[in-house]
Every structure is written in structure tokens, then in C-alpha cells.
């Protein structure tokens, strides 16, 4: 079956450090790639797609994802974590491999915690 | 981007009530979901959302427990049917604003507790 894996279910940085989130899809055929932010209490908010064209993206506030065809991955990245940054993050996948009327599917989320 | 809203923001329910979540989109949008999302977990879809049709489930999912309406293009809602603590979820709504952009928004969510 085709799956999402986000590798970390928690990640830990301090203020001012690299994010690395990380996301592996299992597709033959390369898929729509979204990120999606949640925080507290709140519904989910798209942070950056990759459809076709350049494979780094960069989306809002600060994030970019470069999807890798050979890795079969789409690791989200921020060069300097805030501790506005603290939330559950999820990738998730769409499109041609996947698609049944546009439905995503999501990975298991992974949450970030940005330590002063 | 699109304006969704949900109603109720949150519930608590007993055992063996229904409740309906109603979903409103600011704009016309031709494909709706709905999706669960357990304590502590990732978002799985329940079903997409046809207007004028039957909507579509996902394995797992049926229709008598979750019966799903969508009388127009900006409003659709999810009925959580005879209800079991294991309902308690968070529960959103998502559209595809421009279809084949693969792109959906989603509402602020339902946060249904049930006794």
C-alpha cells in the first residue's frame, strides 16, 4: 500500500537552530507533495506544495522543502527555528499515484518543540 | 486560500446520541472532505463529499455511521452516528477549492468528546 512516513514523531531544537523535519513517500509514480502545519487547538494550514516544476519550495514563514525523486523524499527545513515554530507538522501526498478525487494522504505528523 | 467554518467548534456527547457537524465555505467549491483525526494522531479521510450525489467512503468508513450531506457547493455536513468514545476525535472539514489543483483548505475542526 502506498504510505506517508514521517521519521521523528518528536523533534527538539533550540531558538535560533536548523529545522529538519523529515518525509518519505512510497509511490512508482512522483506524487503531489504537501506540508501542513497545526497548532494548538487549531485546524491545518498549508505551508509549501510541490505539484511540478523546481523541486525546492519555499513556502510561508520561513519553511522550504526540496522533493528528491531518488530518495523518495520531501524533508521540510527552516534555516532558524522560532519558538513560534512550536506545532504538529504533517506531510501528506496527492496526485497521480494516489488520486481519488484529489484526497490527501497524511503521514504521522511530527511535533516540534523550539527550546529558548 | 478559502474561508471554512465549522459548527460546532466542540462538543461532548453520551453514549449512543448522534451529533451533526456542519461545514461552510466562503466561496462555491466543487470537492469537499471530511476527516477524523484521533487523540494524538494523524488525519485519516472518511469520505469525500458529493453534491447532488451519495458521497464516497473510504474503507472503514460507512455510510449509517457517518451519514454526510451536501445540498450546494458551499455546504456540506457530517453526522457521527450512535456515538462510542472511541468517536472522540477531532473532525475537519477540507475543500479543493480548484479541482485538479490538489491544493484543500481545512476548517478549523469539531473537537467531539463523548461519554
Known amino acids: 500500500a502506498q504510505s506517508v512516513t514521517q521519521l521523528g514523531s518528536h523533534v527538539s531544537v533550540s531558538e535560533g537552530a536548523l529545522v529538519l523535519l523529515r518525509c518519505n513517500y512510497s509511490?512508482?509514480?512522483?506524487?503531489?507533495l504537501f506540508w501542513y502545519v497545526q497548532y494548538p487547538n487549531q485546524g491545518l494550514q498549508l505551508l509549501l506544495k510541490?505539484?511540478?516544476?523546481?523541486?525546492l519550495v519555499k513556502g510561508i514563514n520561513g519553511f522550504e522543502a526540496e522533493f528528491k525523486k531518488s530518495e523518495t523524499s520531501f524533508h521540510l527545513t527552516k534555516p532558524s527555528a522560532h519558538m513560534s515554530d512550536a506545532a504538529e507538522y504533517f506531510c501528506?501526498?496527492?496526485?497521480?499515484?494516489?488520486?481519488?478525487?484529489?484526497?490527501?494522504?497524511f503521514g504521522q505528523g511530527t511535533e516540534l518543540s523550539v527550546k529558548p | 486560500s478559502a474561508v471554512i467554518s465549522q459548527k460546532p467548534s466542540r462538543d461532548i456527547c453520551q453514549r449512543g446520541t448522534s451529533l451533526t457537524i456542519q461545514c461552510q465555505v466562503d466561496?462555491?467549491?466543487?470537492?469537499m472532505f471530511w476527516y477524523r483525526q484521533q487523540p494524538g494522531q494523524s488525519l485519516t479521510l472518511i469520505a469525500t463529499?458529493?453534491?447532488?450525489?451519495?458521497?464516497?467512503?473510504e474503507s472503514g468508513f460507512v455510510i449509517d455511521k457517518f451519514p454526510i450531506s451536501r445540498p450546494n457547493l458551499t455546504f456540506s455536513t457530517l453526522t457521527v452516528s450512535n456515538m462510542s468514545p472511541e468517536d472522540s476525535s477531532i473532525y475537519l472539514c477540507?475543500?479543493?477549492?480548484?479541482?485538479?489543483?490538489?491544493?484543500?483548505?481545512f476548517g478549523p475542526g469539531t473537537r467531539l468528546t463523548v461519554l
Open positions: 477540507s475543500v479543493e477549492r480548484d479541482r485538479g489543483s490538489n491544493e484543500q483548505f
Open positions: 509511490s512508482s509514480v512522483p506524487p503531489y
Open positions: 510541490y505539484t511540478t516544476g523546481a523541486t
Open positions: 501528506a501526498v496527492s496526485g497521480p499515484g494516489y488520486n481519488q478525487g484529489g484526497k490527501l494522504i
Open positions: 466561496s462555491q467549491v466543487t470537492m
Open positions: 463529499a458529493n453534491q447532488g450525489s451519495e458521497a464516497t467512503y
